[in-house]
């Protein structure tokens, strides 16, 4: 009977437990992450009053990204997670009709933005991040319940930030062009 009062509290404005959702909704190894990151639970839990979309990579996806994330710093590991929820409410509509970027909990303003991009092809929602080529679909819809929508995706989201694909690539060899090792700059500015 408990748990029957406190759903019917909940459904008159608490803030549910956005972990206990993603791990209902079959995401509970990334609601172990966000648990395990104080940063980010205390940063989801500020941020859910005033409205929160979280994107949750099924469990399949984080077990597969798993080396990726320990390779991180733990301020790292908190971007990342930050980087699934954007500050505002969308229900599915909301989110197919607004197609472009977004900011996440992890932008920090002019330092990082930390942005994705949503976009829809017909009734199929996308998240694109400039890290990865290949969108990340929304699978289904987890909770939806003003102020806090929890969406479970099918792949962890990779911000630019953190997993730069340039930066790894090898520098391109310049073919029959002399490389200027520095003395001619210094020459020209005495």
């Known amino acids: 009977m408990r748990e029957k009062k406190r759903i019917l509290l909940c459904s008159t404005g608490c803030v549910p437990n956005i972990t206990a959702l993603m791990s209902k909704g079959g995401c509970k190894a990334f609601a172990s992450l966000v ?3 104080p940063d980010a639970l205390s940063s989801f839990q500020l941020a859910m009053g005033g409205g ?4 949750c990579p099924t469990d399949d ?6 080396p990726s994330h320990q390779n991180l710093s733990a301020d790292g590991k908190a971007s990342l997670l930050l980087f699934h ?3 505002v409410y969308y229900t599915l509509r909301g989110l197919k009709s607004s197609n472009g970027p977004m900011n996440t909990l992890a932008t920090d303003g002019a330092a990082s933005n930390y942005n994705l991009t949503a976009q829809n092809a ?3 929602v996308t ?3 400039l890290a990865s080529d290949d969108p990340v679909r929304v699978r289904s819809t987890m909770y939806d319940r003003d102020p806090v929508a929890i969406y479970a995706v099918d792949a962890v989201l990779e911000p630019v930030e953190l997993f730069d694909p340039v930066a790894d690539a090898p520098a391109p060899v310049a073919v029959g062009v002399a490389v200027d090792s520095g003395a001619g700059a210094r020459e020209r500015s005495q």
């Open 35 to 37: 648990s395990k990151s």
């Open 52 to 55: 929160v979309t979280a994107f």
């Open 61 to 66: 996806a984080v077990r597969g990204f798993m």
């Open 85 to 87: 929820v954007v500050p």
């Open 122 to 124: 017909g009734d199929q």
């Open 127 to 129: 998240l694109r991040t």
